[in-house]
């Protein structure tokens, strides 16, 4: 069935240092994939999404990266900082009828070490 | 602005016991959806609702039950509590077209 998921359930990066999250999915038929940050204690909160026709979209301090034939997909983050420590998820959706309805990988938690 | 608000923050059941979580938006989206998170699970879609009056079951639906009877409120009822349902529970909502779904606080419960 449908499933994503990620490579690494834990990173551990030095403050200043660029991290990078893994995710691999299986729907081809999703139309947009997107990155929600949780930090502890509250709901997940959007970061940057992706339509599926593009390979790389740019935000700030962060970049997803999208590798359709290899069904891959990340999240780099720049200058990583404290306020940066969460638990990163991909998800991801498909356009019209099925728009309201957002699947999730498990997760990957992040720490930022000062 | 608001956003999503869900009460309670805690609760504590008993096996048997019943419950809504509320939730409210003031962001006037159609969209509004009921997620679990269990460690390790990820967050697993319970039900869904595309606008006032209309619901429909998602990955997760059994013990839950739904209703939509205005845009902004979209309650999610345990009618008989189990232990399986210890979890924290996430409304969300998003307009039609766009991708971004905004999250409430969710709620953490505990089923003894």
């Known amino acids: ?114 | 602005n608001a956003g999503v608000t869900q009460t309670p923050k805690f609760q504590v059941l008993k096996t048997g016991q019943s419950m809504t979580l509320q939730c409210a938006q003031d962001m006037n989206h159609e969209y509004m959806s009921w997620y679990r998170q269990d460690p390790g699970m990820g967050l697993r879609l319970i039900h869904y609702s595309v606008g006032a009056g209309i619901t429909d079951q998602g990955e997760v639906p059994n013990g839950y039950n739904v209703s939509r009877s205005t845009t902004e409120d979209f309650p999610l009822r345990l009618l008989s509590a189990a232990p399986s349902q210890t979890s924290v529970y996430f409304c969300a909502s998003k307009d039609r077209e766009g991708t971004e779904a905004f999250f409430g606080q969710g709620t953490r419960l505990t089923v003894v």
């Open chain 1, 1 to 114: 069935g449908e499933s994503v998921g990620l490579h690494l359930p834990t990173l551990s990066v030095q403050e200043g240092d660029n991290s990078i999250i893994n995710c691999a999915y299986s729907n081809s038929a999703s139309d947009y994939f997107i990155w929600y940050k949780q930090e502890s204690g509250k709901g997940p909160q959007f970061i940057i999404d992706i339509r599926s026709n593009m390979d790389k979209r740019q935000g700030q301090r962060v970049t997803v990266l999208l590798n359709k034939t290899v069904k891959h997909l990340s999240l780099q983050i720049a200058a990583t900082q404290p306020g940066d420590s969460a638990v990163y998820f991909c998800a991801e959706t498909e356009l019209g009828g099925s728009n309201y309805k957002l699947t999730f990988g498990k997760g990957t938690l992040l720490t930022v070490n000062p």
